[in-house]
């Protein structure tokens, strides 16, 4: 596991000239975040629009903490209409690049225009205020503008990513209850067309409260339309009035759901409301990416994550920023896309994830090299660990050893950046989150939730509130408190391990439960192993994470099968299929291996510690509750 052990490979100064155009300065900032927390979040609340201001910052009802209580905000119009009496009316808000070559720019004017306009569509879809849309669009710019058509009129929108599958988007669009469904015709994905529009119809077949399908027309090829039910984006916005006012919604409103995995099979809803996800995302932005108005920022997420949603949309967009949105693969047509796009827009700030980052170093320097990369200044990366030696090379090869680097530790749960060096001001060690942002007190605590001596490894846990935390998780109050409250006292449980050493720097050591990490995507062991045992040759099923040289993480499956069914190579492509089929690709198994037993507790708990331990070849410790020494024997030699 990356980071396991200290590595010291250096420390990395930020450039002088870097450190005095920075927007942070001083490491005062976290003296004053600590002696005045409400007072330090507040301060950054003032900088956006309020309809009416807040009465308290914060509300301590524990563990239900609500920010900027009483106060009226609304997240689209901050994204919006804030930056439209200022000279950034006609700055480009969305720099747009289709993956087969076309592009597109909003300016902010523009993009108002055409969110205003959608945001009527939905009204008179019969959309109000509370109701749920649930969005499946590729990363096309009608996605943002959705979203914040639905923020504009206080719709909660939930955004499920491109890549699940009809069965993943049916229970989301079930749980969340949502009344319209907006999808595309198809998505362009390395050159290959994804049937958004088949899936949804798939989806559909048994999802009741949908009442109208908005379908965008991207790909262009035949998809059928039920009468009544499917519109086209296109032909609504062609009679839609691009007057629609921002609803003022309380500071506590939910702004939108986003399903992530957890322990169990079942999604989590994670609900983000309103006022403290716009400050949190907002004041980040700007800290964290140094965020100036000269700014080409591209974050390379896809906005069906969280990372999209704060980095992409919300946050960015509260700053008036200009930002980059690509449509597609980072290796279509070629290796160097990616490469090809920070040289035609001057990208200067470039957010992306170490699972990219080891995909460029096997693809080879001669990529970037193709390309001018100078303008350049800032880099970040997000959703796992980073390696050493793979910050290094990005340090090097694509900073030219002119950028600081941010990593950013965060959870779709925390809604925004908590773990971050600062740019401007911290000194870097390669693979290291550097430390807390200002006013976030994070820990790392052993099992009975004692702080654990520097350099050792404990669980990370956060113990102040912050203003983008989750509020609850939808319609599951007790799962929230449950999930996030109740290992540690009073603090938040992140899930992850962690060490702090000697110089106070975070380093993070991946995911200590059930939940393993796809180039940087959440998945649940249950959830595979659910959608394994829903094949009709599945028995039982237990699922691992094992070290993959790309993604980070890949997927080992042990399977038991029903006594009239045989292990053969056909059967293991097709549980991969089905596995595809019933979450999405991003949850196909690398390794299938057919056991007799999987080893168990006696309780009948599986023992994924032991088959993770044997699968990386660790120690297996103390396996005396163990049922089955058979089992064990079984796992080791397959
Ligand atoms: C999990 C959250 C937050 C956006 C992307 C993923 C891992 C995230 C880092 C980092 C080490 C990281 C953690 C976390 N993670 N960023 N910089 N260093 N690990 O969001 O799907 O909610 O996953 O991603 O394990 O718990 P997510």
Not at 181 to 199: E, F, Q, S
Not at 289 to 315: N, P, R
Not at 532 to 541: I, P, R
Not at 546 to 554: A, D, L, T, V
């Amino acid at each position: 596991m990356p980071g396991e052990e200290i590595f010291e490979k250096g420390r990395f100064e930020p450039p002088s000239e870097f450190k005095e155009k920075a927007i942070v300065k001083s490491e005062s900032i976290y003296e004053e975040a600590e002696r005045d927390l409400e007072g330090f979040w507040a301060k950054a609340a003032d900088e956006l629009h309020w309809f009416k201001k807040w009465d308290r910052v914060l509300e301590r009802n524990h563990p239900f903490y609500r920010w900027f209580v009483g106060g009226k905000i609304n997240a689209s119009y901050n994204c919006l209409d804030r930056h439209l009496d200022t000279w950034r009316k006609n700055k480009a808000a969305i720099i747009w690049e289709g993956e087969p070559g076309d592009s597109k720019t909003y300016t902010y004017q523009q993009l108002h225009h055409e969110v205003s306009k959608f945001a009527n569509v939905l009204k008179s879809l019969g959309v109000k205020k509370g109701d749920r849309v649930t969005i499946y669009l590729p990363m096309i710019p009608e996605l943002p503008i959705a979203m914040l058509a639905c923020a504009r009129i206080g719709a909660i929108h939930s955004v499920v990513f491109g890549g699940f599958s009809a069965q993943a988007l049916q229970d989301r669009i079930n749980d969340a209850e949502a009344k319209v469904l907006i999808t595309a015709d198809g998505g362009y994905r390395r050159g290959k067309i994804v049937p958004l529009k088949k899936n949804s119809d798939e989806a559909l077949e048994n999802a009741p409260s949908i009442e109208h399908v908005v379908v965008v027309k991207r790909t262009g090829e035949d998809v059928p339309m039920k009468e009544g039910r499917d519109l086209w984006w296109h032909d609504l916005m062609k009679n839609a009035s691009h007057v629609c006012e921002a609803e003022p919604m309380d500071s506590t409103d939910p702004l939108f759901i986003l399903y992530t995995s957890g322990t169990t099979g079942k999604p989590k809803g994670v609900v983000h409301l309103t006022g403290g996800y716009i400050v949190g995302t907002y004041l980040t932005s700007k800290y964290v990416f140094d965020l100036k108005d000269e700014d080409i920022y591209w974050c390379t997420a896809d906005i069906g994550w969280i990372t999209g949603h704060s980095y992409i949309v919300y946050g960015p967009l509260a700053n008036g920023a200009t930002v980059v949105m690509y449509e597609g693969a980072p290796d279509y047509p070629q290796y160097d896309r990616f490469w090809e796009i920070v040289e035609k827009y001057g990208v200067t700030i470039l957010y992306t994830a170490p699972t990219a980052i080891r995909a460029f170093i096997k693809w080879g320097e001669e990529w970037p090299k193709k390309h001018d990369l100078s303008s350049l200044r800032l880099l970040g990366t997000v959703g796992e660990p980073i390696n050493p030696d793979v910050w290094l090379w990005y340090y090097r090869v694509i900073g030219n050893e002119k950028c600081p680097i941010v990593d950013t530790w965060w959870q779709t749960e925390t809604g925004m950046i908590l773990i971050t060096p600062l740019p401007g001001i911290s000194v870097l060690k390669p693979g290291s989150a550097y430390r807390p942002f200002p006013g976030i007190k994070a820990e790392v605590v052993d099992d009975d939730g004692n702080p654990v001596p520097r350099g050792q490894a404990g669980n990370l846990v956060i113990k102040s509130p912050w203003p983008a935390m989750l509020g609850t998780l939808y319609k599951d109050p007790e799962r929230y408190k449950r999930q996030y409250w109740s290992q540690v006292e009073g603090a938040y449980f992140t899930g992850d391990g962690a060490r702090i050493d000697e110089d106070g720097y975070f380093w993070l050591l991946g995911r200590i439960d059930d939940v393993i990490n796809v180039s940087g995507h959440r998945l649940g062991t249950m959830e595979v192993e659910s959608a394994l045992v829903s094949h009709e040759a599945v028995a039982e099923a237990a699922v691992v994470g094992i070290p993959h040289e790309i993604k980070g993480q890949g997927i080992a499956a042990y399977v038991v099968l029903k006594e009239e069914f045989k292990p053969s190579d056909d059967l293991t492509k097709d549980l991969k299929m089905h596995v595809r089929k019933v979450i999405g690709p991003i949850a196909t198994p690398d390794e299938i291996h057919y056991v007799d037993k999987l080893p168990k507790t006696r309780s009948g708990k599986i023992m994924r510690r032991i088959m993770r331990a044997i699968k990386t070849g660790k120690d297996i410790g103390d396996v005396s509750t163990l049922e089955e020494e058979a089992a064990i024997k079984e796992v080791r030699e397959k």
